[in-house]
Structures are given as structure tokens and as C-alpha cells.
DNA sequence: ATAGGGTTAG
């Protein structure tokens, strides 16, 4: 019967129909036509001539519906279907759960396919298939390997549909070795049989392979085909491996490939990925056909290569000129160049069209927010955000402890990794890396440590990246020992490991230590970067370390090829001045090629201060003036080389000015961390609850300090108030109440550790070391540049920081 | 074929 003979009957027959095999062949006419609205009227025919019985007719009726891509349709008359009646009908299952496989639910088909199995339907060689591939979207191992299981009891292990489904399934779900197994074992592989194992491999990185496997499949006498190249595309961008990028272009252009969008699109994300946005844009730019997936490659190529404001135009003109619905692909894209540029306007507008869209319920989408928010620096709407988000994953969590501390309020990172474990998500491995510099800025140790134990539980301690923030926390915590068991067991140490660990060195004193690792480090063969210099000539710096400074100084243009930026300046002008080279330092800003900044004055300025130059620091204070720059600490500085001179009007002076021009001193902080919690201090704060008992321990060092000569050195106090104020002042400063605190609260044989947001107070620093002596402890105190190590009545500094 | 949070210095 033909499509147009079916109409008519359906038209004219209405109710006249009364054998089956009319409805059948009616119903097999609306398939092959496609006319669902035909179709349905044949299924009100026939349920009101009660044929909804017919086991036959049933089952066309729900092949029409599938056909008709009406998924839920086709299942409403399929379950009325009793099971006596589909139970040799493998057939229909089978088309049933196709249809879920290729157009989801894919939890449908899998569960299908139990209930085939509880009903005693014998499942045929096509339903693998079909549940595998269901198994490999939702990565469901367990069902996929009782497929398997069943796979081999029915004796079709060689079967090169079957196997490659199941090499896709293990492949998908990252079981390599399994798929590998499969794989081995196929007889008469195909393209797509080596398709899906190359797929496998590069979806889980793995390049090394991935290249022998691509080689095999040739050697095997078969050609890879565009779907061979398109699966391998984005490993080799994931490997920045440009130059088998070339050759993957250079096949497709001989086999014709490049002209299609998908390769096309494989391609260009591939150029982009390896840094050649030029390349990239070529390609796109001559791509004739280009879809939504192109132009979010050709985006978020952009925004990796930090073309940002490219990626804008670019949305901007297919937002206008093919008036594009954006997908949440597409969504998360902009947002994310947004958040490079600080862009906070468009990515508000961006936000709002995401609501109007409903792509904020997408995570991935509402991630990107999150940390937009986060980049933008506005972390209270980052908060309102996420406590709105339905949904949060560990990837909210660690947008949200990383936005905290990138705005530099790491305490409520803490506070958000704990309520992170209470809600029960576990963090991973990403989150664990943003949230271990939190510790390091407060130097809390027992939070550290005790990721660093879950690291070690999880086997996480594999990853670099990890283990450089794991060095750089100890670092920070004064556990410099640990800091270098943790650098001596990084495999594959990169630049950031050796980077961080230097620096490490440094800011505890221990110059040569650095210096030794840095010839390591080149002996070891890792180039050494802008950031390693900056480690190295601090660390020199803050050991006296002059002639190694210098030497390596000059060095690293002349054979690293680095050119020094400001900070290295920066560094050296600390280094000379702090050795007492004035001139030397003065001379080297007079040399700078780009123009000195408040920091490198401040730096020579704070080099007057020790030593004790007044007519460099007057001069020194008019630039720094010049320059129009706010910084308080400089009126504190210039005021301190007067009052060490006794020049008083002048040292008073210098205050007027700066109370004039309303600039106040930024309040020190110093805080200690006692059980795991953190308790913070700023100079003669009260607000702590066991502040009398502090006061009074305080009062008690003093005395004690008094008789073993400690005179309060009252040139650090800028107040215009009598001596014994004075001392009353300098004894309540942050770091003295943090380290009263800790005495209190620690065992007699505990180090303490004190960390401040400033630089220490040269009257603290005197009164820590006789506190030393009283108390019989290791003071640390981790200041704003360096560590002091108290002990026995000196410090590590050596005075000199 | 396109997408989210992460390590060093300043």
C-alpha cells in the first residue's frame, strides 16, 4: 500500500476497519511517511475497536511511534504490551532500547534491558550494542561489565560489533586495560573498532600511546578516516604537541577531510590549543560551513590565548549578524573572558541572560559565574550566588575557596572547605590545590597537614601541582624540613617546584641553601624562569648573600635570556641597600631602563632607615612624594630615620603631613594558630576573650625583660605620648599579644609560630628574643617579607631584614 | 568537534 492510498483509507475508512492486518498495513504506511498525526488517528481506531489486545498490532504501532522519534509514546503502548506477548519479540526490546541509546534517557535503556533480563527475554547479539552504548554515556561500569559477562556466556567474544562496543564502553569510562583486553582478543578489527580504542586513549590523555595506536591501526593496512582524526585532535592540543598537529592537518588536506565542519572545527580548537590562534582563525575564517560548535571553538580559542577582546568581537558579531541562539557552551565561554578581562558589566548582562535562558541551572554554567564573581573581585555577589545554586559540586566549592583567596580573606576559605566536607562532597584534587595556599597565608599548619594526610590517603600526592602547593604550605608554615621532604619526593618536578622551594629557602634565611638549589636545578637541566630569579635574589637578599646577588643579577639576561621586570629591581636595590650600598643601590634605579615605582624607592627608603641616612632619605622621601603615591608606610619610615636621629621636630613633622593628608597606618595583624583554630590580633585590641590574662602574662615579660636590660625602643611608636605610654603601646602591638597567646595556650616544649601582615616591629623584635630567654622556647615570627627564627636570645635574621 | 574550580614570585 502506498503512502498516498494509506491516506485515503484513513480518511475514508474511519470506522470500517476490522481486520488487524488493515491496521498493520496502515500503520507500517504512516512509518515509512513519517505522518504521525495519521498514525495517531489509527491508534484511536484502534482502541476503540478493542485491538489494543493484538500483541502484533501493538508492536507496529509502538515501531511507528519510535520512528516518529515519540519516545514516550512508543513506551506507553510497548508496556501494554503484556510480556507474554513481547516475550519472544527480542526484536521490538531491542528497538525499544535502541531508540533510548541514541536519543536518551540513556538510564531507560539500561533499565530496559533489566527488565528484559528479569522477564526471561532472551536478549539477541544486537541488544549488546545497543546497552553498551548506553552503559558508556552514563559510565555505568557495573552494567556494562554484566553485559560483558553475558557477551562471553553467549559465546560472541569475537563478534567485532559487539567488541567494539564493549572497547568503547571501557574506553569511555576510562577501564583502558579492559578495553585493551577486548581489544586484543577482536577478530578482523575495523576503523571503527580501532576508532574507539583511539578514542579511549586520547579521552584520558594518553599521547604516548595514542601515537603507537594511530601507527598500528596504519600497519594493520587500514586508513585512519576523519572520525580517526577527529578523536585524536584534541589530545594533541591537550599535548601541545604542534608539530603532529600539522601532520594530523596535513593528512586531512590530502584526504579531503578539512573541508568538513567537524574536522574543521577539530582543527582549529587543536591550532588554538597549541598557542597558534593565527592558524586557528585561518581556518575558521575559510571554513565554509560553520556551526554553534565552531564558533565556541573559535571563541574559547580566543580566551585561551588570551585574545580576550577578539572572543567578544567575535560573539558580538554572530550574536548580531546570524542572530545565534549562544548554547551554555557558548555561555560559559564569554563568561569565562569576562572574567579575564574583569569585565564585570558584560558578564552581569551575561548572567542575566542566563537566567532568562535557564542555562544558570546549568553547573558547568553556574561554576563559571561563580568564579567570574570570584575574578571580579566582588565576592559578596559571589556568595549571594552560590548560596542560591540548587546544585554544588566540588567544582562550586573550589570556585568559591579559590575566589576567597585570591581576594585575600583566607579564613573564610577555611570556613567554606569545612561546611564543603559537611555538606559531604568530597574535595578533589583541583580543590585541594586552590585551597592549600589558604593555609599557607595563615600559616595553619594543622589545616595543611591534614590535607596533605587525605592527599596521601587518596594517592594524590602523584600530581605536581599538588605537591608545589604542598611545598609552598609547609614553606609557609615554618616547616621548611617538611617542605623539603615534600620537594625531594615530587616526581617530576617542574619549574614552579623548584620555584617555590628556593623561595622557600629564602624567606627563612637560608641563602645558600637556595643558592645551592639552584645550581641543582640547572644541573638537573630545568630552565630556570623570571620567577626563579625573583626567589634567588631575595634569598640572597636576605642573607647578605651581595657578590652571588650581583653575579647572578647580571647573569640572568646575559645567559638565561630573562629580562629583569620591576620586582627584580627590586630585589636588588633591597639586596645593596640592606648590605649598606647605598650608592651602589641608587645608582642601579638611575640605570633601570623602565621607570622606578613607590616600591623601589620605598625599598631604598627602608634601607636609609637602617642605615640611619638621612640626606638619601629626605631625598628619597621627595620622589616618593612626587609620584603622588599614598604609601603610608613611607611618612612611617621617614619618620622613623628622624626619631632614631633624635630629630624629633622632624620625625613630628613628617606626621603632621601625613595625618594632614589623611593617610592612616594600616593596622597590624598578627595571628597564631592554636588547635586548629586561628586567632587573630591587631595592636591593643581587647576583644579576645582571655584578653586580661594575656594583658597580665604581658605585664609579667615585661618585668622579666626589664631585668635582663630591655629598654622599649620608642622610636617605633609615631603617637606624640610619654615614655611609659609609649611602652605601654609598643607592649600591646599584635605580635606581642599573639605570642603572649600562644604562650598561655601551648605546652612549654611546643614551637610557636606567629605570623603578621606587616613587617615586625623593630621594639617586638628585641623584646621576642629576651621572651626567648624567659620562656625557654623557638619563637618563629613569619612577617610580611621573612621568617625569624627566635631562639636562645637571637633571631636567624641576624638583625638584617 | 566547543565548556567549570588549581600550584611559585610581586
Redesign the pocket.
Known amino acids: 500500500m502506498s503512502c498516498a492510498t494509506a491516506r485515503r483509507v484513513i480518511s475514508s475508512t474511519r470506522s470500517c476497519v476490522t481486520d488487524p492486518h488493515d491496521y498493520i498495513r496502515l500503520l507500517e504506511a504512516c512509518t515509512q511517511s513519517n505522518s504521525l498525526a495519521h498514525g495517531q488517528t489509527v491508534h484511536q481506531h484502534l482502541v476503540k475497536n478493542s485491538y489494543r489486545d493484538s500483541p502484533v498490532v501493538l508492536d507496529k504501532l509502538t515501531r511507528f511511534y519510535i520512528s516518529c522519534h515519540q519516545l514516550r509514546l512508543a513506551r506507553r503502548v510497548f508496556d501494554t504490551i503484556p510480556i507474554a506477548g513481547k516475550k519472544h519479540n527480542v526484536i521490538l526490546w531491542n528497538q525499544m532500547i535502541q531508540a533510548y541509546a541514541w536519543n536518551g534517557p540513556l538510564n531507560n535503556a539500561v533499565e530496559l534491558y533489566g527488565n528484559m533480563i528479569e522477564n526471561g527475554v532472551v536478549p539477541s547479539k544486537y541488544t549488546y550494542p545497543f546497552v553498551l552504548k548506553a552503559c558508556a554515556g552514563l559510565q555505568d561500569v557495573e552494567v556494562g561489565k554484566e553485559v560483558h559477562e553475558s557477551v562471553k556466556r553467549d559465546g560472541l567474544e569475537s563478534d567485532v560489533y559487539i567488541c567494539t562496543a564493549l572497547v568503547d564502553f571501557y574506553a569511555k569510562c576510562g577501564c583502558l586495560d579492559d578495553a585493551r583486553e577486548v581489544f586484543d582478543k577482536v577478530c578482523g578489527r575495523d576503523v571503527v573498532t580501532w576508532n574507539a580504542m583511539i578514542?579511549g586513549f586520547?579521552?584520558h590523555g594518553m599521547h604516548g600511546d595514542l601515537v603507537r595506536l594511530v601507527a598500528g591501526m596504519q600497519e594493520a593496512g587500514l586508513r585512519p578516516n576523519s572520525s580517526t582524526v577527529?578523536?585524536i585532535?584534541?589530545a594533541i592540543?591537550e599535548a601541545n604537541a604542534l608539530w603532529e598537529g600539522k601532520a594530523a592537518h596535513g593528512y586531512c588536506v590530502r584526504r579531503w577531510f578539512h573541508g568538513d565542519?567537524?574536522?574543521?572545527?577539530?582543527l582549529l580548537?587543536m591550532y588554538a590549543?597549541c598557542g597558534c590562534l593565527s592558524y586557528a582563525r585561518r581556518i575558521f575564517d575559510v571554513l565554509g560551513v560553520k556551526?554553534?560548535?565552531?564558533?565556541?571553538?573559535m571563541i574559547?580559542?580566543c580566551?585561551?590565548c588570551d585574545s580576550t577582546r577578539e572572543a567578544l568581537e567575535l560573539f558580538d558579531r554572530v550574536m548580531l549578524e546570524d542572530a545565534m541562539i549562544p548554547?551554555?557552551?557558548?555561555l560559559?565561554?564569554v563568561?569565562?573572558a569576562c572574567?579575564k578581562l574583569t569585565d564585570m558589566r558584560r558578564g552581569r548582562r551575561i548572567h542575566g541572560y542566563t537566567i532568562k535562558s535557564g542555562s544558570v541551572l546549568?553547573?558547568?554554567?553556574?561554576?563559571?559565574l561563580?568564579?567570574m564573581y570570584?575574578?571580579c573581585g566582588v565576592i559578596d555577589d559571589v556568595m549571594v550566588f552560590f548560596s542560591e545554586m540548587a546544585f554544588k559540586?566540588?567544582?562550586?566549592?573550589?570556585?568559591v575557596?579559590?575566589?576567597y583567596?585570591?581576594n585575600g580573606n583566607a579564613e573564610e576559605a577555611l570556613e567554606v572547605f569545612r561546611k564543603m566536607q559537611l555538606s559531604g562532597i568530597k574535595?578533589?584534587?583541583?580543590?585541594?590545590?586552590?585551597f592549600?595556599?589558604a593555609c599557607?597565608h595563615l600559616a595553619a599548619l594543622q589545616h595543611g597537614a591534614c590535607v596533605h594526610s587525605y592527599c596521601i590517603v587518596r594517592g594524590l600526592t602523584a600530581?605536581?601541582?599538588?605537591?608545589?602547593?604542598l611545598?609552598?604550605m609547609y614553606?609557609?608554615c615554618g616547616k621548611i624540613d617538611m617542605a623539603r621532604l615534600a620537594f625531594d619526593r615530587t616526581s617530576g618536578k617542574?619549574?614552579?617546584?623548584?620555584?617555590?622551594m628556593i623561595?622557600?629557602y629564602?624567606?627563612h634565611g637560608l641563602g645558600n641553601e637556595a643558592v645551592s638549589l639552584f645550581h641543582d636545578m640547572q644541573a638537573i637541566g630545568v630552565k630556570p624562569?623570571?620567577?626563579?630569579f625573583?626567589?634567588l635574589l631575595?634569598a640572597c637578599s636576605h642573607s647578605g648573600l651581595v657578590a652571588e646577588g650581583n653575579c647572578w643579577f647580571a647573569a640572568m639576561s646575559r645567559d638565561f635570556s630573562i629580562l629583569p621586570?620591576?620586582?627584580h629591581y627590586?630585589?636588588m636595590v633591597d639586596l645593596l641597600g640592606r648590605a649598606g650600598l647605598l650608592n651602589d643601590a641608587y645608582n642601579l634605579i638611575q640605570k633601570m631602563p623602565v621607570r622606578p615605582d613607590v616600591?623601589i624607592w620605598s625599598a631604598l627608603l627602608a634601607a636609609c632607615r637602617i642605615h640611619k641616612d638621612i640626606e638619601l632619605g629626605e631625598e628619597v622621601s621627595k620622589n616618593i612624594q612626587s609620584l603622588g603615591a599614598e604609601g603610608t608606610g613611607n611618612f612611617v619610615l621617614l619618620s622613623n630615620i628622624y626619631s632614631a636621629a633624635g630629630r624629633w621636630n622632624d620625625a613630628a613633622n613628617v606626621r603632621t603631613v601625613q595625618r594632614d593628608k589623611g593617610y592612616k597606618k594600616s593596622p597590624g595583624c598578627s595571628w597564631v594558630e592554636i588547635n586548629g583554630v586561628i586567632h587573630a590580633f591587631i595592636g591593643g585590641d581587647r576583644s579576645h576573650p582571655q584578653s586580661t590574662l594575656i594583658t597580665k602574662k604581658l605585664d609579667e615579660l615585661l618585668a622579666e625583660m626589664k631585668k635582663l636590660g630591655y629598654c622599649a625602643e620608642s622610636s617605633f611608636v609615631l603617637h606624640d605620648v610619654e615614655d611609659e605610654e609609649k611602652e605601654k603601646i609598643l607592649l600591646y602591638h599584635s605580635e606581642k599579644l599573639a605570642v603572649a597567646f600562644a604562650v598561655l595556650s601551648l605546652s612549654p616544649n611546643k614551637p610557636i609560630l606567629v605570623t603578621k601582615n606587616l613587617r615586625v616591629c623593630g621594639d617586638c623584635h628585641t623584646a621576642l628574643k629576651f621572651i626567648t630567654i624567659i620562656t625557654k622556647r623557638e619563637i618563629t615570627v613569619r612577617d610580611a617579607?621573612r621568617f625569624h627564627h627566635f631562639r636562645d636570645g637571637t633571631c636567624n635574621c641576624g638583625d638584617f631584614w
Open positions: 578514542a586520547s579521552l577527529v578523536a585532535l584534541p592540543g565542519v567537524v574536522v574543521g572545527t577539530g580548537d590549543k556551526n554553534e560548535v565552531t564558533w565556541s571553538a574559547g580559542g580566551v585561551t548554547s551554555t557552551v557558548m560559559g565561554i563568561l569565562r572574567a546549568d553547573l558547568m554554567v553556574g561554576n563559571t561563580v568564579s570570584a575574578k559540586d566540588t567544582v562550586s566549592y573550589g570556585a575557596i579559590s575566589g583567596v585570591q574535595p578533589d584534587l583541583a580543590t585541594l590545590i586552590g592549600l595556599p599557607s600530581d605536581t601541582s599538588l605537591c608545589n602547593a611545598i609552598d614553606c609557609k617542574d619549574v614552579v617546584s623548584w620555584n617555590a623561595g622557600g629564602g624567606v624562569d623570571d620567577v626563579t625573583i626567589g631575595s621586570r620591576v620586582e627590586l630585589c616600591r617579607s
